[in-house]
Structures are given as C-alpha cells and as structure tokens.
C-alpha cells in the first residue's frame, strides 16, 4: 500500500496551506510529517485490521522521504514519524513493513535495486525495485495507491498516451489486485489540465 491518501489522509495539511495562501514544500510537509497527525482515510483501519486477522500481510511503500533534522543525528526520523502516525489511528504495524524514499535497503534487496539506486545506496521514487523487495518473501496479491506508480513502473509521472497503455495493459488487475483510490487534491494529472483551470486550481491551494 502506498500511505498519502491511500492510507493517511493529509487533508488538513492541504487546509493549512489554503489558508496561510502556501504552496506545497517540502520543508512544511516534513513538519507536518513530524506532527503525525493524519488522519485515516475512511475504511482503511478496518480493512488492515481484517486482512491482518486472516493472515495477510501489509507493507507501505511511500515517497515520504527521509532526511535529516536539524539537531538530530537521526537519518530518517520520518520513519519513526510514520509508524506512530499509523499506529495513533488504529493500525497494528507490528507485523508490517515501511519503506521510504531515500531510506537505505535492506541487504537482502540490494541486487533488486536499479543502477541509479545503486549508486546512491538508496530507494529512488519510482516504487518498482521496492515492490519488488517485498515481493522476495511475500506473495503480493493486492495494491493499493492514488497514482499510477503505486502500482507499475511509470516512464513519466505526467498522464500521457505511454502511461494510457500501461494502465491499459493491466486492464484484468485494476479493480481486481490494483485499487486505486481518487485524489481530487493533487496528482499527476494536475499539468495535464487546462490553463484555465490549473489557475482556478492554483487559485483555490
Ligand atoms: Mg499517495
């Protein structure tokens, strides 16, 4: 499952730039992350608490990145920030699995890992080689996200003609082992509309 807006609900975050007239940073959003306090999105704890009583297992993949604060030698204190912040609405993380962007991989998913990844020694944003990783000892049988790299490898993040086709050719899995969950907030097809409302858009953030 990825988290924003699938799992969290950061609405209110969305509601505090609205009104101080903010755009989204990343300095804002790591303070909100720090606050851990998203809400759950509707349905969501009961459906984790479910799948965990019949023996599923769930892992988080998220482009929450990690990075440092000031005064703190921890290298991903977003980490921690999440899991109290899943655990705070009624999510039992004890048996689940959290990686973030920009967090170190496990040893045993090192061969996983793409070039660029490699050479950073950390996850990318692209999803894929995270997957993946939980995929070395789990069967995946569900996705869940808002955006179409929560379930494939997109080339682009922007929708176009390539990204149509990817979604296209997993026409059996969508609604099936992918759910994909509307963000009317924001998103990918946000450059894809229309001059006029993207300032109507950027009019109301
Ligand atoms: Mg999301």
Known sequence: MDIDETVLDNARYQVQMLRDGTRYDSESWDRWVALRGAAPVPGVVDFIGTGQALGFQFAFVTNRSCRTRPGSSDACPQHA????????????????????????????????????????????SDKTSRRACAALDHDIVMLFGDQLGDFTEVENVAPGASNRARAADHRQDWGTRWFMLPNPTYGAWQPRTSAEKRELLNGIE
Do not use: K
């Open 81 to 124: 920030d999440t899991m109290a912040n899943l655990e705070s609405v009624g999510i039992d993380t004890a048996s689940t699995t959290l990686m973030l962007r920009a967090d170190r991989p496990p040893e045993r998913c090192r061969p996983l890992l793409t070039e660029a990844e490699q050479a950073e020694g950390r996850w990318s």
